[in-house]
């Protein structure tokens, strides 16, 4: 009869790792890895390309706010 051999006990890492990489958890570990990246994008400047162009006209009601002030206006 061949002896058996003994696995050393997994330590926190592996234990986590084969967590982690288990097929039951594989829809969780995608949604939290898909958030991961979602949040950052958003917040790094890459996110400004979502953004539609600012563009200011004439016609527009809020355009004087756009204008500089004269330079004799009182602050």
Not at 1 to 26: D, H, L, Q
Not at 40 to 53: G, K, M, Q, T
């Amino acid at each position: 009869m061949p002896a058996r051999v003994r696995s050393a006990p997994k330590g926190t890492f592996g234990a986590a790792y084969e967590t982690i990489t288990s097929p039951e958890n594989a829809a969780v570990v995608r949604s939290v890895a898909v958030f991961g990246a979602a949040v950052a994008f958003l917040s790094s400047p890459w996110a400004e390309f979502l953004l539609p162009p600012y563009v200011f006209s004439q016609a527009h009601p809020r355009a004087a706010l756009a204008a500089p002030l004269p330079s004799n206006a009182p602050l």
